[in-house]
């Protein structure tokens, strides 16, 4: 089977009510007043350390709508060496690097104290919460193989 090749054909019909809570989590994510910029260069450099082209897709589409730059989102890989990034979004990108490869970091205190420095204790949590669950819509898309729509570049169709 290539790696390209869909092992399901629609995850989101085989499981509509935890899919339904899914969509729920989302929403109240979209509404806790983290700045939706900011949400998605989380979702972004959460789905590049996951390898998720999916939701690379469909992120890097929403950051687009939000106003995000095409050299923000080039750059975001590197994020570390860029100056393009606020002191905010640093701590925020660090805090998802950190949770996203939680089995390896551990969560280190130098991460959480960049967090701490920059978000309320509430703002905290809503931020574990939104790399959480972007980390669970990248195993769902992952593990299943969920192909991102068909781009057109430059007179190259997408397979």
């Not at 935890?18 to 959460?46: H, Y």
């Not at 890989?77 to 393009?84: D, F, G, K, M, V």
């Not at 805090?95 to 939680?102: F, P």
């Not at 939104?130 to 898309?141: D, E, F, Y």
Request: proline content about 4%.
């Amino acid at each position: 089977m290539s790696t390209h090749t869909p092992r399901l054909n629609n995850a989101f019909k085989l499981a509509p009510d935890t899919i339904k809570g899914m969509i729920a989590v989302e929403a109240a994510i979209q509404a806790s007043g983290l700045e939706p910029a900011l949400l998605e260069l989380v979702k972004m450099r959460a789905s590049q350390i996951n390898g998720c082209a999916f939701c690379l897709h469909m992120h890097a589409t929403d950051a687009r709508k939000h106003g995000e730059s095409e050299m923000r989102l080039y750059l975001l890989n590197a994020w570390r060496e860029s100056s393009l990034y606020s002191e905010r979004e640093r701590a925020a990108l660090a805090w998802t690097e950190a949770l996203t490869r939680v089995a390896d970091t551990g969560a280190p205190d130098g991460d959480y104290a960049l967090v701490k420095a920059n978000f309320t204790d509430v703002g905290q949590v809503q931020l574990t919460l939104a790399i959480g669950a972007i980390n669970l819509w990248n195993r769902l898309q992952v593990g299943f193989r969920a192909a991102h729509p068909p781009v057109v570049h430059a007179g190259v169709a997408a397979a």
